[in-house]
């Protein structure tokens, strides 16, 4: 909505007539045409790479197994968010606690 609006709001640019018209209409033409390159790249393009990026990224395997777990993980996420629990806190305490333990076997504790 944004992008059409600003790009209508342009073509009074595109379209003037008189006193400086010629700058206007170039810099009109300008940013239309960057205004509707942009958007097209960023309505069709951008979810396309995102598609292709997370494939290459986490590779067949382990998308074939968040999609095989999809509805268990889901059902996580929810009791994580019930529960109000931050989860980079949380991961923060259990490695906190997995290197306190590891600090205490290795000095014989």
Known sequence: MTSMSFIFGVLPLVFATGAGAE???????????GMIASSTISIFIVPVLFVLFTRFSYGKKQ???LQDHHEELMEKAKKVEEANIDPELEYDIAESRAQ??????????
């Open 23 to 33: 700058s206007r209409n170039t810099i009109g033409i300008a940013v239309l045409g």
């Open 63 to 65: 998308l074939q197994w």
């Open 100 to 109: 306190n333990t590891a600090d205490r076997e290795r000095l014989g504790h």
